[in-house]
């Protein structure tokens, strides 16, 4: 199997057509719905593993940190504005942790943090 010349190139790609797809796929509805949810993130998480097989498996790694550190700085600056200045930054309606954060945004912080990871590579950081 051929790799790729840039996986990081291709990987924001797959990552935009899917986010722009789960949008066409759903954009006229109101309310939450897990197939909606699931068509956001499905694509760069398949492309994630992907990645990881054919490349290294640091790539996983990666996504799995970074939705890790991701959740966490989330949960801390929603919390620490909340006590300075009691107000909150954002709400969370469904699976929510402490009212900071959710557990639906913890893949995409994975997705997030594997753009930036193949951002600092391609700057050479």
Known sequence: ??????????????????????????????????????????????????????YDYKI?????????????LEFLLGLAYHKTLNKRLWTYDRLGIGGYTSWLSVPMWGIGGVVFWFLGKTLGL
């Not at 990081?8 to 789960?22: Q, R």
């Not at 509805?29 to 593993?49: H, Q």
């Not at 990666?62 to 966490?72: A, D």
């Open 1 to 54: 199997m051929e790799k790729l010349s840039n996986p990081g190139f291709v990987f924001l790609i797959v990552t935009l057509v899917g986010f722009y797809l789960a949008y066409l796929y759903g954009h006229k509805t109101r309310k939450f719905r897990w197939s909606e949810y699931i068509a956001i993130f499905i694509w760069p998480f398949l492309f994630v593993i992907y990645l990881a097989y054919s």
């Open 60 to 72: 996983l790694t990666m996504f799995l940190v970074s939705c890790f550190v991701g959740t966490i």
